[in-house]
């Protein structure tokens, strides 16, 4: 029988956090109060979490080396001024590191909310590491109106490549990492960042990270708004353990029609329990589902009308009772928001 999860042994698995803005109460649904960061800090140190650079998490797994226990990789997306003015000073009082991924469109524009390039260099050069979010902070799987698909790939390559050109301009070298704007992929986005040479891409899907996670679809937790940047979600996301995937079904694909199967294959169906796997589309909510020699599928005869769906399947390891989550996204062919 599962045991405590509060008392549970750690596991070796890393969660990547996702900040966006620290202090900007004006913009609810990204912000997370400075006071309640600082909480969240003093909770990683004084639980003995290892928290680690990002690219050593992405050189464990490249080299399919170890991970830490009890492991967090903190990252920022966008690159607002309230990174470098409330962020950055609260994660130099607890000594942790963490990456910065820039929109470096809106960098470049100066505008007033986003970090300059001279506060950029300042926390280079103390030790932040920046990465790439994309040059105009576009909503990548979304093919536009009358483009073919040759000409959509070549838009997305070319918003990229705008983009490392301006690291390469402003701070003497190439992004290793890219964090997809609005964590809206597809398998397009995914191949064409890969020819570019990402070495590491990170979503923005809920999950932990594991020996089985995919360099191209990596998650990361966010903590933002009224309910996720909670001290008790974000106890929560730290808890719940990594869920190794394969055969998605659907793929990360530009949606053409309604899926009517959903599913995927569990790679180590022995470490969880056989009794119980759940499947979760965000439009649809849970599914009565199946669960039979390592594969989870449920049907159903509802279309899907939104524009973004996650599939998430969860399980509940056997030896201590935590939660493993795993999620992926469907973008369906509706117009993007302006």
């Known amino acids: 029988m599962g045991g405590n999860p509060a008392q549970a042994e750690p596991l070796p698995e890393v969660t990547i956090l996702i900040y966006h803005r620290f202090g900007e109460s004006r913009y609810p649904s990204t912000n997370v109060a400075v006071e309640r960061f600082r909480e969240q800090m003093a909770y990683l140190l004084s639980q003995q979490y290892t928290v680690m650079p990002l690219a050593d998490l992405v050189a464990r797994l490249a080299e399919k080396r170890p991970l830490p226990a009890k492991g967090v990789v903190i990252t920022i997306d966008d690159g607002y001024r309230s990174t ?11 000594g ?3 990456t ?33 979010h994309g040059f105009a902070h576009g909503h990548l799987a979304t093919l536009p109106e009358g483009m073919d698909d040759a000409a959509y790939r070549r838009g997305i390559s070319g918003d990229l490549i705008r983009s490392a050109r ?42 932990s ?21 909670t001290m ?34 569990i790679i180590t169906p022995d470490r969880f329990k056989a009794d119980r796997c759940d499947l979760y589309v965000s439009e649809l909510g849970w599914l009565p589902s199946t669960y039979k020699d390592g594969v989870v599928s449920a049907s ?13 399947i969860r399980a509940w390891e056997k030896e201590t009772g935590r939660s493993a989550v795993r999620s992926w996204l469907l973008v369906g062919n509706q117009p993007a928001p302006d």
Do not use: C
């Open 84 to 94: 470098y003015e409330q962020a950055w000073p609260i994660l130099q009082d607890f």
């Open 96 to 98: 942790f590191p963490f």
């Open 100 to 132: 910065v991924f820039l929109s470096t469109a809106n960098i470049e524009k100066g505008y007033g909310g986003y970090l300059s390039w001279p506060q950029i260099s300042e926390m280079r050069e103390a030790g932040v590491d920046f990465q790439d």
């Open 166 to 207: 301006v690291f390469i301009e402003r701070l003497g070298d190439r992004p290793r990492f890219l964090a997809i704007p609005y964590g809206e992929y597809n398998v397009e986005v995914i191949e064409e960042a890969v020819k570019l040479g990402y070495e590491a891409i990170f979503t923005q899907d809920p999950g």
């Open 209 to 229: 990270v594991g020996p089985e996670t995919p360099l191209t679809m990596i998650p990361r937790e966010p903590i933002l708004g009224n309910d996720w940047a």
């Open 232 to 265: 008790a979600h974000f106890e929560m996301v730290l808890q719940r353990v990594d869920l190794g995937l394969t055969e998605l079904n659907p793929q990360p694909v530009r949606m053409s029609s309604s899926p009517k199967k959903f599913g995927a294959r």
């Open 300 to 312: 159903t005869d509802k279309p899907l009308t939104r524009r973004l769906n996650r599939v998430m």
